[in-house]
């Protein structure tokens, strides 16, 4: 449905950052302080007691040891219950706005398993070299993640998309990451959409599903002849299905960003579908620095688009084209400066307007024809049928025939206004092209706004006006239609796909 390049890191294009300024963060309230220092005031007061509940143990004093170790506990409790809540509750809002995903990679669980094994080997020889040697793939797990929190926050993103796209057509959209850190830079940053996993190969994202299964005894048995069966459950990894066409099922890499500066990739969007696709955030993914686990965090950030229809000329344009300019033509022919034609003399025609040469050549009186100074207006309507009247694919190019008859006689200069029956008339080409992006047949229940009683010259809001040619796209025949339609305007018959 939609492609996106992977982004290598040869479009990443860095900018150094300098109107960045450095914002101190304030200090906290004289409370907070207090609070905090009475914390550990409390912690070290049952710290001592603890201490001195052993050292009482060792003497002898049974009751001096209850006392002192009831104390510590007493104190622990009360800074627990009282203070800590507290200072939890004042910690700054941005250290909880950045909320964090974690998977563990295979390299990851081959080298907690090495771990696991050299353990098991330090804890039947006591050979201390084997302690030292786990204690620093221990704490190397413990860095890797600290360090790709670290690299993670702080970061800001900008996804810019085009504002006009069209089914079938490329178009280029960008990816603008800022490091507002002073000093600290980052490094192997991936940008995704927010909950879509990225896998090497193009591999869809999995994800763990409960399936309901039956147990049946003996296992190696046909049905019939099992016995005992049970329902049971069973998990499984199925593919990961969004719920919402993704805008960007891709990913944008930045090897590196240094500190206070921005940097920016580009992307190709392509949509096969027209309709309005959406991203309600978008995710920032890092394995470093030993890619024992690929954390993600998440940046809420709506981004939504609309994909209008084809506007390419197709054969069933090419096909009505000349039918409709030549009653176009036929419509618009006036009293202008510009020849339209030359025709036989009437009893209404001025005899300014012979043409004598004809009329020489002829044998009759010939007079010349000529355009409108003002041309009269074209509207292009669209009468929405209504569900089960077409086929999907019949209804997918009746959309994209009246996007593209909007877009071919909106690029000749002409003064086109639009309507879509059960939406209403528009007179911006885009309205219209936005409209059609979303559109879908009519509800039964729903009645055709092009029905004969509606369609009346009076009316402001259906497309019966004089000085207007209609171009009609609908499923019903020309007998559905009052008369006085029939002259200024051209039907194209989406079922049969002829026009009239």
């Not at 029956?421 to 936005?434: D, I, K, Q, V």
Request: charged content about 20%.
């Amino acid at each position: 449905m939609l492609r996106s390049g992977q982004v290598s890191s040869t479009y990443a294009d860095l900018k150094p950052r300098r109107t960045i300024r450095r914002q101190w963060p304030q200090s906290p309230p004289l409370e907070v302080w207090l609070r905090f220092l009475l914390a550990l005031l409390g912690l070290g007061l049952a710290f001592a007691a603890a201490l001195f509940s052993t050292v009482s143990r060792d003497a002898g004093h049974v009751w001096a040891t209850v006392i002192l170790a009831s104390l510590s506990l007493l104190l622990a409790a009360f800074v627990g219950l009282v203070t800590v809540p507290y200072l939890a509750r004042r910690v700054a809002l941005e250290r909880f706005r950045d909320t964090f995903d974690y998977e563990v990679t295979r390299v990851g669980v081959v080298y907690v398993l090495v771990t696991l094994v050299i353990g098991i080997a330090a804890l039947n020889t006591g050979n201390n070299l084997l302690y030292i040697v786990v204690a620093a793939m221990l704490s190397a797990i413990l860095v890797s993640g600290l360090a790709s929190a670290v690299v993670l926050r702080r970061l800001e993103l900008d996804v810019r998309l085009p504002q006009h796209l069209f089914v079938g057509r490329a178009a280029a959209g960008r990816i603008v990451l800022r490091n507002s850190r002073c000093w600290l830079p980052s490094f192997s940053i991936r940008v995704i959409a927010s909950g879509r996993k990225v896998r090497k190969g193009n591999q869809p994202a999995m994800r763990w599903e409960w399936e309901s299964v039956t147990f049946a005894f003996p296992l190696n048995r046909p049905p019939e002849q099992q016995w005992l069966k049970l329902p049971d459950l069973r998990l499984r990894r199925v593919a990961a299905v969004p719920s919402t066409p993704p805008i960007f099922p891709g990913a944008a890499y930045f090897p590196f960003l240094p500190p206070r500066a921005e940097s920016s990739a580009d992307i190709e969007l392509k949509f096969e579908r027209r309709g309005r696709y959406r991203e309600d955030g978008f995710g920032l993914t890092t394995g470093f620095p030993f890619a024992f686990l690929t954390k993600t965090r998440r940046v809420p950030l709506l981004r939504e688009i609309l994909v209008y229809p084809r506007v390419d000329a197709t054969d069933n344009l090419i096909e009505i084209l000349p039918l409709i300019r030549g009653e176009w033509q036929s419509f618009v022919h006036g009293r202008g400066s510009d020849l339209y034609r030359i025709r036989e003399y009437g009893p209404d025609d001025s005899a300014r307007h012979v043409d004598w040469k004809a009329t020489a050549k002829s044998g009759s009186l010939k007079v010349r024809e000529f355009t409108r100074e003002d041309e009269r207006e074209l509207r292009i309507v669209f009468d929405n049928p209504e569900v089960g009247v077409m086929s999907d694919h019949a209804y997918e190019r009746a959309v994209e025939l009246a996007a593209s008859l909007a877009w071919h006689y909106a690029a000749e200069k002409l003064e086109v206004s639009f309507y879509v029956a059960g939406n209403g008339s528009y007179r911006n080409l885009h309205e219209f092209l936005a409209q059609l992006a979303i559109v879908q047949p009519l509800s039964a229940a729903s009645s055709g706004i092009l029905d004969p009683a509606p369609w009346d010259a009076e009316s402001t809001q259906t497309p019966c006006s004089s000085g207007v040619y209609n171009i009609i796209l609908t499923t019903k025949s020309r007998a559905h239609f009052p008369s006085n339609l029939n002259a200024p305007s051209s039907f194209v018959f989406l079922g049969a796909e002829t026009t009239g």
